[in-house]
């Protein structure tokens, strides 16, 4: 049991009690306090991103010849090491140094390239998204990109390995 006790001097005609103060409740309750609040305090959770990926299909089709998007239709992202973005809005058979370009991570920069992809496609409800990270690329970088896709409202892109044609040129320009 808990107790204050205070003693005070006896001093003249009066003798003066002892002040007893039991601390037991005080404590309880002060237990009870904690108990209470954590069971009543919300966690933070972590967030996530939902990414959905197409299961791999066991029996692959031929390639189709066509290509449905179209080269104006699409703007492709590569993620680079160092935190190097490049873009470019054509065929990868097309592809060279000039055509492929750089811009950095700033979310604006990203969405003015992609708003601009956009403005210049012919058929705007099909435009996408193409990101192809590299090897040298890191997940920030690649989250990153996501979030610029999404604040820029296209639900319309997908991920893929950079091509060979595309992974030739961008290594040339990071030389």
Same mark, same amino acid.
Not at 18 to 23: A, F, G, Y
């Given at each position: ?14 003798? *003066? ?6 601390? #037991? =409740?005080?404590?309880?309750?002060? /237990? ?10 919300? /966690? ?5 991103? !939902? ?30 090491? !160092? ?19 750089? #811009? ?17 496609? =012919?058929?705007?409800?099909? /435009? ?46 990071? *030389?």
């Amino acid at each position: 049991m808990a107790e204050i006790i205070a003693q005070e001097k006896q001093g003249g005609k009066q003798k *003066k009690k002892l002040i007893r103060v039991d601390m #037991t =409740p005080m404590v309880d309750l002060g /237990f009870l306090l904690i108990t209470f609040f954590m069971f009543t305090t919300n /966690f933070t959770k972590p967030n996530v991103m !939902d990414l959905r990926l197409p299961a791999k299909d066991p029996r692959p089709s031929p390639p189709i010849n066509d290509n449905v998007i179209k080269d104006k239709n699409q703007v492709t992202f590569i993620i680079g090491k !160092d935190n190097r973005v490049f873009y470019h809005q054509s065929n990868e058979k097309d592809l060279t140094k000039n055509n492929l370009k750089e #811009t950095d991570f700033n979310g604006v920069n990203i969405s003015k390239v992609i708003a601009e992809a956009y403005n210049n496609a =012919p058929k705007k409800d099909i /435009f996408t998204v193409i990101v192809k990270p590299t090897d040298d690329a890191n997940y920030k970088n690649f989250v990153d990109m996501l979030d610029n896709i999404a604040i820029s409202k296209k639900e319309r892109y997908g991920i893929t390995d950079i091509k060979p044609r595309e992974k030739k040129v961008y290594e040339e320009l990071t *030389k």
